[in-house]
């Protein structure tokens, strides 16, 4: 267990034989932390928390949301709260008023695409 907590410590950017829940003073761990919160788009949601916004901008429950993606209502509140956080919003209407434009800039980016462009070999 403790060769498991050391390797997550490394991998964090903490020296391995560090204790507490300090996060590192460089600036290089700071940058790797911003970076893993930025997540793997422009807006920092994934694709699943796109489609999650879509429907919750729709007007659909946590229930609804999960029935239709296969999910449970857990899992789309926990999406929704993940979306807040890493868009600093302070409340769920703050968080819908900027869905609306993230979701409506990521349409207008893909209009006339049906599909994602593929990358040629």
Same mark, same amino acid.
């Given at each position: 267990m403790t060769t498991l907590l050391e390797c997550a410590r490394v991998l964090q =950017? &903490?020296?391995?034989?560090s204790t507490g829940g300090q996060?590192? %003073?460089?600036a290089a761990g700071a940058t790797q932390v911003a970076d893993a919160n930025a997540g793997p788009t422009q807006q920092?949601?994934?694709? &699943?928390?796109y489609e999650v916004a879509e429907l919750v901008l729709a =007007? $659909?429950?946590y229930r609804e949301i999960g029935?239709? $993606?296969f999910i449970s209502a857990k899992t789309v509140e926990h999406h929704v709260a993940r979306m807040r956080n890493r868009l600093n919003c302070a409340n769920r209407a703050e968080l819908l %008023? $900027? $869905? &609306?434009?993230?979701v409506a800039? &990521? %349409?207008s980016n893909a209009? =006339?695409?049906p599909w994602p462009q593929r990358s040629p070999r």
């Open positions: =950017g &903490r020296p391995a034989g996060r590192p %003073a460089t920092g949601l994934s694709d &699943r928390e =007007g $659909l429950t029935d239709r $993606l %008023a $900027l $869905l &609306r434009t993230v800039d &990521r %349409a209009a =006339g695409q």
